[in-house]
């Protein structure tokens, strides 16, 4: 079933554009009437050339012929140029809503959809309906033309032997199109096959070093062998039918001409159709089997651009689940706290955070400490309005974080997140990402600060090496290090920290220290998430989570005294 509402809606994209389209119609409609002139001019030069001996007819036909060949390829040439211009403007136009719109959905957005489907919706779907303006639709609209205009001249030169070849070429379209299909199933199979031997041969490569390191490459070799034949069966089923093809084609359509022409023939020889009329009907319908022939292909490829631009429009018509309210204000600094107030959060299931209430006010530099799980990252969440809670409340300077304006919030905060991200591009591109408008001394202020510089002038080019496919050249703790100075090039009132677990080692850390105590301004508020005892020890207050509820809370001195529970979590180390 063609999707109508996807159809309409894309074609909505198009209206701009009408003058191009309209244009390029009128081009495919003289490009298909001019097709359809050939097997007339047999028709011509057989029964007045040849047959009558008219040599100034056939000179004008020869001369005639180059001058219909050149405004074909005129015609076809505007008309592929035009439908290209339209089709290309919408892709552009389709491709950037997208973008734009990805960008604004919300983090559940992403956390229910795998990264790999909306990627696939944004490259190849986006490629399926560039085909079908490119091409799809301008082939349909051709196929009809010529299909339509055959037929009708057919009628024309003879109408009982069109009569006839509408009972037999249909015969012959669906064997041929019962033998495609074949075709088409085995190489569906096929196809479905060589993705799980991509599959295979992507995880040895990734996994290379855990395969080889477990010696269980045998296994995986078996395993790769085993698909490789099917692979090879398939492959020969799908040849077998590809072979068998061609000449049952043929033979069944040499059927279908035979009758044509034992019939035709009789109607030449009882005076009822002259020769080029003859030859002419069966010019017209081998002009008319080749549309035929591709509409079925044009509607599958049409359908499979529908169903394309359908999960394409499922993306633009998502909502974000969190936006701005009317009455949302932009704010410009943090003068005065953060208030989680009795905060409730889930992620759908299970409840994450309970009864949760924390002051931090201006200037304060907290640790948020637990056990992986115990919600400490969904904080960030929160407080970044990735997520909203469920019941309770945020608070900057006493405002309910909800009534302001998202992006002027997260311009407040800096964030260094756990799998501290570097984007591809340069260290100096990554690091300005915290503020494009900045200088070059400040992003090497920033770096210092950050204990990045040493190791950045150290690198190949300095601050334009470029680190790569999501930074793969540096080192976990480096990553930080470039995300910290990210962080701090932004200036923000307030810095969150999420550590890794276990990516960082005691230089690492000690860097991360020297930045948090001594390079950063007083006035801000900086939140660390954190594993070990030495990050925490030293900051104003420390916060025990245990299963999404606050345990205990405060300075270093006063846990050892008052929490056996941070005795549980640092036992080792106190
Ligand atoms: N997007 C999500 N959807 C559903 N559940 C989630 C999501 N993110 C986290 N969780 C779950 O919420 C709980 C708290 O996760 P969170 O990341 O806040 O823990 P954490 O204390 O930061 O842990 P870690 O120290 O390991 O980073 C975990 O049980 C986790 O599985």
Redesign the pocket.
Known sequence: MIKGKSLFRLLNYLKPYGGLVAGALIMGILGAGISLIFPWLVKIIIDRVLIQKDLLLLLFITFGIVFIFFIKGLTSYIQNLWVSKAGFRVITKLRSELYQHIYSLS??FF?ENPTGDIISRMTNDVTNIQNLFSHTFMNIFMDLLILIGSIGVCFYINWKLTTLSIVVFPLVGLSIDYLGKKIRGASHLLQSKTAVLTQLIERTVSGIKIIQSYVSGHYEVEKFEKENELNFYLAMKQAKAKALLTPLVELVSSVGLTIMIWFGGREVVFGKLTPGGLVAFLGYIATAAAPLSHISNGIQSLQQSLASAERIFEILDTAPRIQDLPESVPIHSVNQEINLKDIYFS????V?LKNFSLQIPKGEKIGIV????????????LLLRFYDPDQGRIEVDGVDIRKIKMSSLRQQIGVVL?DSLVLGGTVRENILYGNLNASMDEVIDAAQRAHAHEFIVRLENSYDTDLGDLGKRLSGGQKQRIAIARALLKNPPILVL?EA?SSLDPESEDYILDTIHNHIGKDKIVIL?A?SLRMVKDLDRIVL?KD?EIQDIGAHQELLKNSSYYYQIFGRDL
């Open positions: 983090a559940s956390q992620y759908g299931g299970e994450i637990g056990p992986s799980g115990a919600g400490k990252t969904t904080l960030l969440n756990q999420d677990t998430i594993h989570i999404g």
